[in-house]
């Protein structure tokens, strides 16, 4: 009897991991799996069919376990926004910003979830119901880290891993309450981006800066209260849609001051498509341009903050070769079989293409870990944990 292993994936026989949660949990359901895994191999020679079923269905369970082991416990080397600063001072962390429990990405940009987060991953109770006063035209600085206990130079995927490139956006949407948990049909105007210059990418300049980027609150805009949203989006895996991966979190403001101009605006699910260009990319491949997904940057003015570079770069991107795929084969990363996968199956060297069970949907956002990286401790790039 075979096991549904229906998700090959492709990855490097290098891989590490240093996350001690899903060391342990991942060792004993690996233990688990190779003794039902041996045991259903002898089907047919020394046991019932009935026997094989059970045998069968205490694995699927096993599997079961351990996707929510890996959806619960492995973090995705990815970031959050933990603090506002307003004019270099610092708002207090978890202070004003909703912030969930769970890093996990977005990854359907025509989800509810792309507009302030807290849906598939819910918010730290209690929600903060601070309102932040920011003066119109004042330079805000949103801090990013990989936990909810913010800053740790013990953590090398602090603020964010190195593999996740990508922009980094804000937008604002004028409220009238801005403690209302209610985000369904506001209107969002762009203020920030920056993408890719002179082959860096915003996320690059994110980790330098340990992990702050500053822009400014248009002057014109009116007072009142407003949701501001700040979004990564991690392109490491965006290939294909859904693989790109969206962080945002929304902070909630009183900006006083300004004046009177109304910004033309977007909404959220509504501002990204699956098939833009800045949603689904191979990054892998020397590039030569990178479009931001949504609309121009608005500006007034004295103030708004126009992007380090604009929403088109043309820049050059080198990659090491392994990296790029040649015709009819899939790059690190990338999908190489599964149901309904109707893609080329084979693998640029070094990598091979490897099986993942049938929750490999569930577990999308860190399908680079197989059975065998999890009995390991293994994770792409990074150093074993002894």
């Known amino acids: 009897m075979k096991h549904r292993n229906h998700w090959p994936l492709l990855l490097s026989n290098n891989s590490r991991l240093r996350h001690p949660p899903l060391l342990a949990s991942g060792h004993r359901m690996a233990e688990r799996l190779k003794t039902l895994s041996k045991n259903s191999r002898i089907c047919g020679r020394r046991t019932t069919n009935a026997s094989c079923g ?37 708002q207090g962390h978890l202070t004003g910003i909703r912030v969930p429990d769970y890093d996990g990405p977005i990854t359907d940009v025509s989800s509810n979830d792309v507009i302030c987060n807290g849906g598939i991953n819910p918010y730290h109770q209690p929600v903060s119901k601070t309102v932040i006063p920011v003066p119109a035209g004042a330079q805000v600085t949103a801090e990013f880290h990989h936990t909810l206990n913010g800053a740790d130079s013990s953590d090398s995927s602090d603020p964010i891993d190195g593999s996740h490139k990508g922009p980094v956006i804000a937008y604002l949407a004028k409220v009238n309450d801005a403690t ?50 700040v979004e990564l989006i991690a392109l490491h895996g965006a290939q294909s849609y859904p693989g790109a991966q969206l962080y945002m979190e929304c902070a909630q403001l009183r900006i006083t001051g300004g004046g009177s101009t109304s910004p033309n605006t977007v909404s959220f699910p509504g501002a990204y498509s699956g098939s833009d260009p800045g949603i689904k990319i191979n990054i892998y491949q020397s590039l030569t341009g990178y479009t931001i997904p949504g609309p121009a940057v608005f500006s007034c003015s004295g103030g708004g903050s126009a992007p380090d570079s604009p929403a088109t770069t043309a820049q050059t991107t080198s990659v090491p070769s392994p990296t790029t795929a040649p015709s009819g084969t899939v790059a690190q990363w990338g999908q190489c079989g599964g149901i309904n996968y109707t893609g080329p199956t084979g693998c640029v060297a070094p990598y091979t293409c490897k099986v993942i069970n049938e929750y490999y949907l569930i577990i999308m956002g860190i399908r680079h870990l197989s059975d065998q990286s999890l009995r390991k401790g293994n994770t792409p790039g990074h150093p074993e944990i002894a």
């Open 54 to 90: 059970e045998i069968d269905g205490r694995m699927d369970k096993s599997l079961g376990e351990m996707t929510e082991v890996l959806i619960r416990q492995y973090h995705f080397l990815s970031a959050r926004v933990f603090e506002l600063w307003v004019n270099g001072v610092s």
């Open 180 to 229: 209302s948990l209610s985000v369904t049909g506001l209107k969002w105007f762009k203020i920030y981006q920056d993408g890719l210059s002179g082959g860096v990418w915003a996320v690059d300049k994110l980790i330098q800066n340990k992990g702050k980027v500053s822009f400014t609150i248009p002057s014109c805009i009116a007072p009142g209260d407003y949701l501001l949203r």
